[in-house]
C-alpha cells in the first residue's frame, strides 16, 4: 500500500494546531494519524503534536500484529496512554490548561485495517461500494441530527459546528470508537481534519480521488480545494492506496 500525508495552515488562522504523519512498527506495518488541535483552547497544536509523536513512539517500539484485535487492543491501550499523557501535561502547565486534540489512528494491514477515532476528524472509504464515511463525528450538531432536533442540510449551516463533545487529553479518561475495516487492492482511505471535509463535498472528494493523479497530486488538489473555498482552518490530510504493487512498504 501507498499513502501521503499533508497539512496546510490554511488562509485565515495564525497557527496550524493540525499534526499528522504515517509510521511503521518493528514488521514495517503502517499507523496513519491525524490529529485537530481544539480550536478555542489553549494549546491546541500542543496537543496534536504530542498525540502524533507519543503515538509514532508506541508504534516503532511495537513488534507485527497479526490480527484485527490485537489491532484494536493496541489502539485502545496506547490513546488512553496519551490521553493521560495530555491530562497530566495540561494540569502540571497552567499555559496548557484545558488544552485537547480529535484523533483517527488506522493500524493499516493488507489483511484489515483497525481504527481508533474521538473527536469530529473523518475517515472516509473508496471501494466498489462507492464513497462512505465510516466514522461518526462527536460533535452537538451530529448529536442534533442523531436526535432528529435538526437535518443534515441544517447541519452544514449551524452556528455551533465546531463544537465537539468528546476529544482527547480534556479529561482524566476518554472513550473512544474502534472499528476494523477489511479493504481490498484498488481501495482508498481517506482520514482528515475538519478543516477539509467542511469545505469540500463528498462528489469533489470522490472526483479527485478517482482522477488518474498521483496520491500526491490528489492530496494537493484536495487542499487547494478547502483554501479556494475559505481556507478558513487548518488542513490537514491523509491518503492510503490500497494497491498490490506496494504491499509490504
Request: with cysteine; aromatic share 6%.
Amino acid at each position: 500500500m501507498n499513502s501521503i500525508y499533508l497539512t496546510n495552515r490554511g488562509k485565515v488562522r495564525r497557527l496550524n494546531e493540525d499534526s499528522c504523519g504515517v509510521f511503521y512498527n518493528k514488521s514495517g506495518q503502517m499507523l496513519a494519524t491525524v490529529a485537530d488541535g481544539m480550536g478555542g483552547h489553549a494549546a491546541g497544536d500542543v496537543a496534536s503534536s504530542m498525540t502524533t509523536s507519543l503515538l509514532q513512539k508506541f508504534w516503532e517500539e511495537t513488534d507485527r500484529i497479526d490480527t484485527s484485535e490485537a489491532a484494536e487492543q493496541w489502539l485502545e491501550n496506547h490513546i488512553t496512554q496519551v490521553n493521560e499523557n495530555l491530562y497530566n501535561h495540561s494540569q502540571e502547565n497552567v499555559e496548557c490548561k484545558g488544552m485537547g486534540t480529535t484523533v483517527i489512528a488506522a493500524i493499516c494491514t493488507p489483511q484489515f485495517s483497525s481504527l481508533a477515532h474521538i473527536g469530529d476528524s473523518r475517515c472516509y472509504v473508496l471501494n466498489m461500494s462507492g464513497f462512505k464515511q465510516i466514522t461518526e463525528d462527536h460533535s452537538l450538531v451530529n448529536e442534533l441530527v442523531r436526535s432528529g432536533h435538526i437535518s443534515r442540510e441544517d447541519a452544514e449551516h449551524h452556528p455551533r459546528k465546531n463544537v465537539v463533545i468528546r476529544a482527547l487529553g480534556t479529561e482524566p479518561s476518554v472513550n473512544m470508537d474502534l472499528k476494523t475495516l477489511i479493504l481490498e487492492e484498488g481501495d482508498y482511505l481517506l482520514i482528515c481534519s475538519d478543516g477539509l471535509s467542511n469545505k469540500v463535498s463528498d462528489n469533489e472528494m470522490i472526483t479527485i480521488l478517482e482522477n488518474n493523479l498521483s496520491i500526491e497530486q490528489k492530496g494537493e488538489h484536495l487542499i487547494q480545494l478547502a483554501n479556494d473555498y475559505g481556507g478558513e482552518d487548518n488542513i490537514t490530510l491523509i491518503i492510503i492506496d490500497f494497491s498490490s504493487e506496494s504491499e509490504g512498504e
